[in-house]
């Protein structure tokens, strides 16, 4: 069974400039989550899909950062413009998310993104 | 609010036991996790406990979540090289139907 997909791998831009990730979730996952993680920091969730609609992005910075989930497959997230303290890593992670039972998420290998 | 705390290093020598703990706030999380990272790697789900639950063994991984003092600990018997990572614990909500919540993690070195 293949993983969640990110790309790129790496990313490196001035600040003030866009940026966009993109990941493909495992097949059949209906729900997709975007974390943060600052060097140093477990991840923090930025938002969370639920087949295409939202389902929490409460801590989504929503004056540079959107994200989408178009026929609740593939998503991206931008990031515009960028400031020195968006440098992170960006990770997907996709799961099932069958009601009562445990939310495995299964992880890519995530965007690490540097703002210079 | 939420909030998980762990220590941020661990070293131990091959072919020991490694311990590493956590505590976290939110008393109505219905499962608690750990996570391993591997260097520029994502995270892997390496086991979970249920709240109602005070052990779970899983091979060479034992899980105690204490509920009353909100402390949860992950041992590892006869650690290994290939164990050095970091590792995260994450709790979850009611249900489990909230977003997890990561600690900053225990990044653990093995010397051989």
């Known amino acids: 069974e293949a993983g969640v997909a990110q790309s790129p791998r790496y990313k490196i831009i001035e600040k003030r400039q866009s940026v966009a990730f993109w990941c493909n979730p495992i097949?059949?996952?209906?729900?997709l989550y975007w974390y943060q993680q600052i060097l140093g920091q477990g991840p923090k969730l930025l938002i969370q899909?639920?087949?295409?609609?939202?389902?929490?992005d409460s801590q989504l910075p929503k004056d540079r950062f959107s994200a989408e989930r178009l026929k609740g497959v593939d998503s991206t997230l931008k990031i515009q413009p960028a400031k020195l303290e968006d440098s992170a890593v960006y990770l997907c992670?996709?799961?099932?998310?069958?009601?009562?039972?445990?939310?495995?998420?299964?992880f890519g290998p995530g965007t690490r993104l540097t703002v210079l | 609010g939420e909030d998980v705390e762990q220590s941020l290093f661990l070293s131990v020598r091959e072919g020991d036991s490694s311990v590493i703990n956590c505590t976290y706030t939110?008393?109505?999380?219905?499962?608690l996790y750990w996570y391993k990272q591997e260097p520029g790697a994502g995270l892997q789900l390496l086991t979970y406990?249920?709240?109602?639950?005070d052990m779970k063994q899983d091979q060479r991984l034992t899980v105690l979540l204490n509920k009353k003092d909100k402390h949860l600990s992950l041992r590892i018997a006869d650690t290994q090289t290939g164990d050095s990572a970091i590792y995260f614990c994450a709790e979850s909500g009611p249900a489990g139907n909230t977003p997890l919540v990561f600690g900053k993690g225990t990044r653990l070195s093995v010397i051989a």
């Open positions: 406990i249920f709240s109602n639950m």
């Open positions: 097949s059949g996952h209906a729900t």
């Open positions: 992670a996709s799961s099932l998310r069958r009601q009562g039972a445990i939310d495995e998420q299964f």
């Open positions: 939110d008393s109505s999380s219905t499962y």
């Open positions: 899909f639920q087949n295409n609609g939202v389902v929490d």
